[in-house]
């Protein structure tokens, strides 16, 4: 039989629910006795004493919220009798000892990937097609319908329908019979053979509302995070349309690139179209160049690398009740182990590391760092009161409904996608991954607005946990989907990768799990895993616009 709950940590007063357990069950925890005085549904919190007014919430081992009334012993708490509560943090405090994992297994075990000048090594090797203005997203659109299909690439890879074979067909005078019955369905083998470049895995087109406008700060952050996108290690060059007016000017495109790569030399075309001769002449100019950086781009193949060149980012969405017990922690195991080989993890989703501040900052390796990291979240936190909200506010109806009823609580959970490992940088948005280690950088809790800066920071693989689901995905970087529960992994088995439910069933150990993990994340990036997200073709990209996004 399943476990029906579990206490995450010692100091916890809230016992986890695994499963639904009907009113008037009483459950032996420590040598006494809980009895439900209701309902509680899989995912959701009873207490292990009675509560008054104002008492506090402890789960994962800290303050999640208080009670607003009084609590029975064996009820559950809702946003009906809690309040959102979370600890005070400050610098200086004690540092936190790390015992790294044992990495012997992986130790002489390298990914295949594609070797840039300046050292990296991508998982991908892609071509960028990207507008500095809202203005060129209709010729970026054109570009797409011009170049895509014609070499190879189309918008799923899961497989392709081959009208044009049915056309040919027809021409050729095929009858209705020899119609019905011919193939016109392609594998994903054969539309990589079919492609014009197969060592390019893709031209990505992508469009957006910003550029011009609004502040001159969002201009130059879009700017920036062009510049992380084309020198990430998973793109091989890029096609660039200006109108030449814009706030986002291509001068400071240029400056963000010398920036993250004094040495650039992937193949860059930038072209403005108040420069050219016509709006033909512009896209035919920029059809022409993008064909001759592909020839280049193609030139490059997946060669034997370190799992020191692995950049992964961590990141969750349409978290549940059970993210916290079983994905996050199985990542965070994952991240662990890629740090003990030398490897850089990202952590963001800054409006949800509200409550575990301190304990972050107690894993910053150095004083500077972790007066960064309290500052950019003091500095996050007063711009979401002062626009009439708070990081309280940052539970979405879906959270809520599946057991994460305060932000604290979510926070808590969400956190332990960063493992145990020291805190080596704290990055701000848009800034470049360059110390190996567990970086923290800040993003908005926003799902795609956040896996969207963690490839603008460099990474080159990107692992999502989901308790409820999301189609979410990364024009260049690969994501990976983890479920955290069996019920999503069945219902939703077209855009999971990883199902870590068999941690809340007892099968697997939350260390099992991190170990299969980076097994599975090693032959994503090695390109011999499609992960669903890139199967499906889901490329979303939304930079962030500085504005309080939760």
Same mark, same amino acid.
């Given at each position: 039989?399943?476990?029906?709950?579990?206490?995450?940590?010692?100091?916890?007063?809230?016992?986890?629910?695994?499963?639904?357990?009907?009113?008037?069950?009483?459950?032996?925890?420590?040598?006494?006795?809980?009895?439900?005085?209701?309902?509680?549904?899989?995912?959701?919190?009873?207490?292990?004493?009675?509560?008054?007014?104002?008492?506090?919430?402890?789960?994962?081992?800290?303050?999640?919220?208080?009670?607003?009334?009084?609590?029975?012993?064996?009820?559950?708490?809702?946003?009906?009798?809690?309040?959102?509560?979370?600890?005070?943090?400050?610098?200086?405090?004690?540092?936190?000892?790390?015992?790294?994992?044992?990495?012997?297994?992986?130790?002489?075990?390298?990914?295949?990937?594609?070797?840039?000048?300046?050292?990296?090594?991508?998982?991908?090797?892609?071509?960028?097609?990207?507008?500095?203005?809202?203005?060129?997203? %209709?010729?970026?659109?054109?570009?797409?319908?011009?170049?895509?299909?014609?070499?190879?690439?189309?918008?799923?890879?899961?497989?392709?329908?081959?009208?044009?074979?049915?056309?040919?067909?027809?021409?050729?005078?095929?009858?209705?019979?020899?119609?019905?019955?011919?193939?016109?369905?392609?594998?994903?083998?054969?539309?990589?053979?079919?492609?014009?470049?197969?060592?390019?895995?893709?031209?990505?087109?992508?469009?957006?509302?910003?550029?011009?406008?609004?502040? %001159?700060?969002?201009?130059?952050?879009?700017?920036?995070?062009?510049?992380?996108?084309?020198?990430?290690?998973?793109?091989?060059?890029?096609?660039?349309?200006?109108?030449?007016?814009?706030?986002?000017?291509?001068?400071?495109?240029?400056?963000?690139?010398?920036?993250?790569?004094?040495?650039?030399?992937?193949?860059?075309?930038?072209?403005?179209?108040?420069?050219?001769?016509?709006?033909?002449?512009?896209?035919?100019?920029?059809?022409?160049?993008?064909?001759?950086?592909?020839?280049?781009?193609? %030139?490059?193949? %997946?060669?034997?690398?370190?799992?020191?060149?692995?950049?992964?980012?961590?990141?969750?969405?349409?978290?549940?009740?059970?993210?916290?017990?079983?994905?996050?922690?199985?990542?965070?195991?994952?991240?662990?182990?890629?740090?003990?080989?030398?490897?850089?993890?990202?952590?963001?989703?800054?409006?949800?590391?509200?409550?575990?501040?301190?304990?972050?900052?107690?894993?910053?390796?150095?004083?500077?760092?972790?007066?960064?990291?309290?500052?950019?979240?003091?500095?996050?936190?007063?711009?979401?009161?002062?626009?009439?909200?708070?990081?309280?506010?940052?539970?979405?109806?879906?959270?809520?409904?599946?057991?994460?009823?305060?932000?604290?609580?979510?926070?808590?959970?969400?956190?332990?996608?960063?493992?145990?490992?020291?805190?080596?940088?704290?990055?701000?948005?848009?800034?470049?991954?360059?110390?190996?280690?567990?970086?923290?950088?800040?993003?908005?809790?926003?799902?795609?607005?956040?896996?969207?800066?963690?490839?603008?920071?460099?990474?080159?693989?990107?692992?999502?946990?989901?308790?409820?689901?999301?189609?979410?995905?990364?024009?260049?970087?690969?994501?990976?989907?983890?479920?955290?529960?069996?019920?999503?992994?069945?219902?939703?088995?077209?855009?999971?990768?990883?199902?870590?439910?068999?941690?809340?069933?007892?099968?697997?150990?939350?260390?099992?799990?991190?170990?299969?993990?980076?097994?599975?994340?090693?032959?994503?990036?090695?390109?011999?895993?499609?992960?669903?997200?890139?199967?499906?073709?889901?490329?979303?990209?939304?930079?962030?616009?500085?504005?309080?996004?939760?």
């Amino acid at each position: 039989m399943s476990k029906q709950f579990l206490q995450i940590h010692p100091r916890d007063n809230v016992l986890a629910a695994l499963i639904d357990i009907p009113k008037g069950t009483s459950v032996s925890h420590n040598g006494s006795y809980v009895t439900l005085v209701g309902d509680t549904k899989a995912k959701h919190k009873f207490t292990l004493k009675a509560f008054t007014p104002g008492d506090e919430i402890i789960m994962y081992g800290t303050l999640v919220g208080k009670a607003t009334q009084a609590i029975a012993k064996g009820e559950a708490i809702t946003t009906e009798n809690v309040v959102h509560a979370s600890s005070e943090y400050a610098v200086g405090k004690e540092k936190i000892a790390w015992q790294a994992p044992k990495v012997d297994k992986w130790k002489n075990k390298t990914f295949m990937g594609y070797h840039r000048a300046d050292g990296s090594v991508g998982t991908g090797n892609h071509w960028l097609v990207i507008p500095m203005v809202f203005c060129e997203n %209709r010729n970026v659109e054109v570009l797409k319908s011009a170049l895509s299909k014609a070499l190879g690439y189309h918008t799923t890879t899961d497989f392709v329908v081959d009208t044009d074979s049915l056309i040919q067909q027809y021409k050729n005078g095929a009858s209705a019979d020899e119609l019905l019955n011919s193939e016109i369905i392609r594998t994903p083998e054969e539309i990589k053979r079919n492609r014009t470049f197969p060592n390019v895995d893709g031209i990505k087109f992508l469009t957006h509302e910003g550029g011009c406008g609004g502040f %001159r700060l969002d201009s130059d952050t879009l700017c920036n995070l062009f510049a992380g996108y084309i020198t990430n290690p998973n793109v091989a060059g890029a096609t660039i349309l200006s109108l030449g007016c814009q706030n986002a000017e291509v001068k400071i495109l240029e400056e963000g690139i010398k920036k993250r790569d004094p040495n650039f030399s992937k193949p860059l075309y930038i072209l403005e179209q108040h420069k050219s001769k016509s709006e033909r002449h512009f896209i035919e100019e920029a059809v022409k160049k993008t064909f001759l950086g592909l020839i280049e781009a193609n %030139r490059t193949e %997946r060669r034997p690398a370190p799992l020191s060149q692995l950049t992964l980012g961590l990141e969750c969405g349409g978290s549940d009740g059970f993210s916290g017990i079983s994905a996050n922690p199985a990542l965070g195991h994952a991240s662990d182990l890629l740090v003990a080989l030398g490897g850089t993890t990202v952590l963001s989703e800054f409006p949800e590391l509200n409550g575990v501040e301190q304990e972050l900052i107690n894993r910053c390796t150095s004083k500077a760092e972790a007066e960064k990291f309290a500052q950019l979240m003091d500095t996050y936190s007063a711009r979401a009161v002062a626009l009439g909200s708070a990081f309280a506010n940052n539970p979405s109806p879906g959270n809520i409904k599946d057991g994460l009823i305060t932000d604290a609580m979510k926070s808590a959970g969400a956190a332990k996608k960063g493992g145990t490992s020291p805190v080596t940088d704290v990055l701000e948005y848009t800034e470049k991954a360059t110390k190996k280690g567990l970086n923290l950088l800040c993003t908005p809790g926003n799902d795609v607005e956040s896996t969207t800066g963690l490839a603008g920071s460099g990474c080159n693989i990107i692992a999502f946990t989901t308790g409820l689901g999301t189609p979410t995905g990364n024009p260049i970087a690969p994501v990976i989907k983890m479920s955290s529960n069996n019920a999503l992994t069945h219902r939703m088995k077209d855009i999971i990768d990883f199902n870590t439910g068999s941690i809340i069933t007892g099968e697997d150990t939350i260390e099992s799990k991190g170990e299969e993990l980076l097994d599975h994340i090693i032959q994503v990036a090695s390109g011999s895993i499609v992960p669903a997200a890139v199967r499906l073709g889901q490329e979303d990209f939304i930079p962030w616009k500085r504005g309080i996004s939760l």
